[in-house]
């Protein structure tokens, strides 16, 4: 076995080391439901921003995006930018109200005003589906990914991943996923710095010097550098730019994250460190995409397989000095091990989630309602996050040949049509009652669904709805719904809580 | 934290003028950023797809209008964030008046 092996397998080796010491610390204080599901709301603003960007940067994200810009350019760049776009409205609509007028779950903040077990039911189902959709495609990609750089089965690494991250959850909870986060984060941020350094040093800090070179290469017969490589139908696009911009913020397992910090303020101030790292992220990905095309080139990138998500990880390669070199083959072992912690914390992050809906929502608020104590509660939950975990896997196994890029978003456009709405109504427009709810919710997803499996994605050429992402229809409907019924159907006569969740999200007064 | 459980104090207190004063303030100015800010996103895409010889320009160097289009994305929005920083402290503040004033000051009544 040669150096550069052995150096990535000790890197992997390190990071299950690190999370695994990190759940150790974590389980000893974790002892009841606020600190399974919460953290105990121990985090500080910056803490939680950190784990916001780990929660947020999946291997898609590393892997995926780098290899769009790298193969498709300047339609690449295009689709890197709308990531970041939706933490206008988590910060500005949702982030502090929403901080302050729930616990554990998003179905405390919408269930707050209106009549709880129907509510929690139907929220408990967008969120599943969301965190579905989402679920697999990391574990897809995860196991696509780790098969690629390191070569193990892609059944085994689905199995390394998910038991990996039901330790993590079931004897760490929030606490043991926000430290992952937060170790993912920082290691692939500081992979990126590296990685940029070398880019910086090669094109004389200039990005204009990397751009001459790239202004010879053609796509198809268009110009690398200009638009139209990848995106023909602008309709189909235009609904993708409305779908992340708008998904963001109602991705549930991205907003429970703000139950993990003490108050409005420390909300506040995660979603800005969020969105600096987030920021940061994307546009260095797309400056390592657009090295890796100059510097590597379209025919090693398409050749290395899965689709471009090499672009990265050949990069440093070639950037350690090529390949066959010591230089090289270490610092690719470096890129993969962190594109490996950067699965298993986002991965960490839809189980507990999910661990929540249906302990907190589904068992202890819906079957019990509410009488239960937060022992069997924490006991359930961490049974919850196994079975989970188990489950996901052999999902993840079934789901071997989806394509993933587009699943992901699928989980943006479920949040953008069923969630957003919801929290959005609930919190701030006081005729909105639990028909328009429950309505909205249950609509939302069923349109989003059924555009999904009726469009090209699914049905190829024979597909009765043309648009590949089905945002642009399925989000104002799942607005129209929600406003419609509401104004249809009796209001709940709740005035009185209405007032209570009112003062108590702007003012944070009996915020728990 | 404040703790405060009293229900008939939340009414009291969503009737205050100060409390309608914090929100007509806030909602003036949390709803029309993100709706401007949004439009100006799908304004990029539109001229994408539309514009492709204005956005294939060379600006600086060989940077075209389009990546000094899409970069100025980034510098917006960490804009809007340092101005939203701004602007809640104000709330802050209106919000510390209104438990001073409805409140024994720890929240409770």
Same mark, same amino acid.
């Given at each position: 076995?040669?150096?550069?092996?052995?150096?990535?397998?000790?890197?992997?080796?390190?990071?299950?080391?690190?999370?695994?010491?990190?759940?150790?610390?974590?389980?000893?204080?974790?002892?009841?439901?606020?600190?399974?599901?919460?953290?105990?709301?121990?985090?500080?603003?910056?803490?939680?921003?950190?784990?916001?960007?780990?929660?947020?940067?999946?291997?898609?994200?590393?892997?995926?995006?780098?290899?769009?810009?790298?193969?498709?350019?300047?339609?690449?760049?295009?689709?890197?930018?709308?990531?970041?776009?939706?933490?206008?409205?988590?910060?500005?609509?949702?982030?502090?109200?929403?901080?302050?007028?729930?616990?554990?779950?998003?179905?405390?903040?919408?269930?707050?005003?209106?009549?709880?077990?129907?509510?929690?039911?139907?929220?408990?189902?967008?969120?599943?589906?969301?965190?579905?959709?989402?679920?697999?495609?990391?574990?897809?990609?995860?196991?696509?990914?780790?098969?690629?750089?390191?070569?193990?089965?892609?059944?085994?690494?689905?199995?390394?991943?998910?038991?990996?991250?039901?330790?993590?959850?079931?004897?760490?909870?929030?606490?043991?996923?926000?430290?992952?986060?937060?170790?993912?984060?920082?290691?692939?941020?500081?992979?990126?710095?590296?990685?940029?350094?070398?880019?910086?040093?090669?094109?004389?800090?200039?990005?204009?010097?990397?751009?001459?070179?790239?202004?010879?290469?053609?796509?198809?017969?268009?110009?690398?550098?200009?638009?139209?490589?990848?995106?023909?139908?602008?309709?189909?696009?235009?609904?993708?730019?409305?779908?992340?911009?708008?998904?963001?913020?109602?991705?549930?397992?991205?907003?429970?994250?703000?139950?993990?910090?003490?108050?409005?303020?420390?909300?506040?101030?995660?979603?800005?460190?969020?969105?600096?790292?987030?920021?940061?992220?994307?546009?260095?990905?797309?400056?390592?995409?657009?090295?890796?095309?100059?510097?590597?080139?379209?025919?090693?990138?398409?050749?290395?397989?899965?689709?471009?998500?090499?672009?990265?990880?050949?990069?440093?390669?070639?950037?350690?000095?090529?390949?066959?070199?010591?230089?090289?083959?270490?610092?690719?072992?470096? @890129?993969?091990?962190?594109? +490996?912690? =950067?699965?298993? !914390? *986002?991965? &960490?992050? %839809?189980?507990? $989630?999910?661990?929540? /809906?249906?302990?907190?929502?589904?068992?202890?608020?819906?079957?019990?309602?509410?009488?239960?104590?937060?022992?069997?509660?924490?006991?359930?939950?961490?049974?919850?996050?196994?079975?989970?975990?188990?489950?996901?896997?052999?999902?993840?196994?079934?789901?071997?040949?989806?394509?993933?890029?587009?699943?992901?978003?699928?989980?943006?456009?479920?949040?953008?049509?069923?969630?957003?709405?919801?929290?959005?109504?609930? @919190?701030?427009?006081?005729? +909105?009652? =639990?028909?328009? !709810? *429950?309505? &909205?919710? %249950?609509?939302? $997803?069923?349109?989003? /669904?059924?555009?999904?499996?009726?469009?090209?994605?699914?049905?190829?050429?024979?597909?009765?709805?043309?648009?590949?992402?089905?945002?642009?229809?399925?989000?104002?409907?799942?607005?129209?719904?929600?406003?419609?019924?509401?104004?249809?159907?009796?209001?709940?006569?709740?005035?009185?809580?209405?007032?209570?969740?009112?003062?108590?999200?702007?003012?944070?007064?009996?915020?728990? | 934290?404040?703790?405060?459980?009293?229900?008939?104090?939340?009414?009291?207190?969503?009737?205050?003028?100060?409390?309608?004063?914090?929100?007509?303030?806030?909602?003036?100015?949390?709803?029309?950023?993100?709706?401007?800010?949004?439009?100006?996103?799908?304004?990029?895409?539109?001229?994408?797809?539309?514009?492709?010889?204005?956005?294939?320009?060379?600006?600086?160097?060989?940077?075209?209008?389009?990546?000094?289009?899409?970069?100025?994305?980034?510098?917006?929005?960490?804009?809007?964030?340092?101005?939203?920083?701004?602007?809640?402290?104000?709330?802050?503040?209106?919000?510390?008046?209104?438990?001073?004033?409805?409140?024994?000051?720890?929240?409770?009544?």
């Amino acid at each position: 076995m040669d150096i550069a092996k052995i150096f990535g397998l000790l890197l992997f080796g390190a990071i299950i080391v690190l999370t695994m010491y990190v759940t150790y610390l974590a389980s000893k204080k974790t002892s009841g439901t606020g600190d399974f599901y919460a953290a105990g709301r121990s985090l500080t603003g910056f803490q939680n921003g950190l784990a916001i960007a780990g929660d947020y940067l999946s291997a898609a994200s590393f892997l995926g995006i780098a290899g769009l810009v790298a193969l498709y350019g300047y339609d690449g760049f295009m689709y890197s930018i709308g990531w970041l776009m939706g933490y206008v409205i988590v910060l500005y609509i949702i982030a502090e109200p929403f901080r302050n007028s729930g616990n554990f779950t998003v179905a405390d903040v919408i269930s707050y005003r209106l009549n709880q077990r129907p509510v929690r039911t139907a929220a408990a189902v967008v969120t599943m589906a969301i965190t579905m959709f989402y679920m697999i495609s990391q574990l897809v990609g995860a196991g696509a990914i780790i098969n690629l750089l390191i070569g193990i089965p892609y059944e085994l690494s689905l199995i390394i991943v998910g038991v990996l991250m039901m330790i993590y959850v079931s004897l760490g909870g929030m606490l043991a996923t926000s430290w992952v986060q937060i170790i993912k984060a920082v290691l692939l941020m500081g992979a990126m710095a590296v990685m940029l350094i070398f880019i910086a040093v090669i094109f004389n800090f200039n990005l204009s010097t990397l751009f001459g070179d790239l202004s010879e290469i053609t796509v198809d017969g268009n110009q690398f550098l200009h638009p139209g490589n990848l995106y023909t139908d602008p309709i189909d696009l235009l609904s993708l730019g409305l779908t992340l911009i708008l998904g963001t913020a109602g991705l549930s397992h991205l907003l429970v994250r703000f139950f993990t910090v003490p108050t409005a303020q420390a909300a506040r101030s995660s979603v800005v460190w969020g969105m600096i790292i987030i920021g940061t992220f994307y546009f260095v990905i797309a400056v390592i995409g657009f090295a890796s095309a100059a510097l590597v080139g379209e025919e090693a990138i398409n050749a290395a397989g899965g689709g471009g998500n090499m672009a990265a990880p050949l990069l440093a390669q070639v950037l350690g000095g090529g390949a066959g070199t010591i230089g090289g083959e270490i610092f690719m072992a470096g @890129i993969s091990a962190v594109a +490996f912690a =950067t699965i298993v !914390a *986002v991965v &960490a992050g %839809l189980v507990i $989630t999910g661990a929540g /809906v249906f302990a907190h929502d589904i068992y202890t608020n819906v079957i019990m309602r509410g009488k239960v104590d937060s022992k069997k509660q924490f006991r359930v939950a961490r049974i919850t996050s196994i079975v989970i975990g188990v489950s996901s896997i052999i999902l993840g196994i079934l789901a071997k040949d989806f394509n993933v890029a587009q699943l992901v978003t699928y989980a943006f456009a479920v949040g953008a049509s069923a969630n957003l709405p919801v929290i959005i109504f609930s @919190i701030y427009w006081k005729r +909105f009652n =639990t028909p328009g !709810a *429950v309505g &909205a919710m %249950l609509s939302g $997803t069923a349109i989003t /669904v059924l555009l999904i499996l009726i469009g090209p994605e699914i049905m190829g050429d024979a597909a009765i709805f043309p648009l590949t992402n089905p945002g642009i229809v399925s989000i104002p409907a799942g607005f129209a719904i929600a406003v419609i019924v509401s104004l249809l159907t009796k209001p709940d006569n709740k005035d009185d809580m209405f007032a209570e969740m009112s003062v108590r999200s702007h003012t944070g007064i009996g915020a728990e | 934290m404040v703790e405060y459980n009293d229900k008939y104090e939340y009414i009291r207190i969503e009737q205050t003028e100060e409390f309608k004063e914090l929100k007509r303030k806030k909602y003036r100015f949390i709803f029309p950023v993100p709706l401007v800010f949004i439009a100006y996103y799908l304004f990029f895409i539109v001229m994408s797809a539309y514009a492709q010889d204005f956005m294939a320009q060379p600006l600086l160097g060989n940077l075209t209008t389009g990546y000094l289009f899409g970069v100025s994305y980034y510098l917006v929005i960490w804009g809007l964030a340092f101005v939203y920083v701004i602007k809640a402290r104000q709330y802050d503040k209106l919000v510390d008046e209104i438990i001073e004033k409805y409140t024994d000051g720890e929240g409770t009544v």
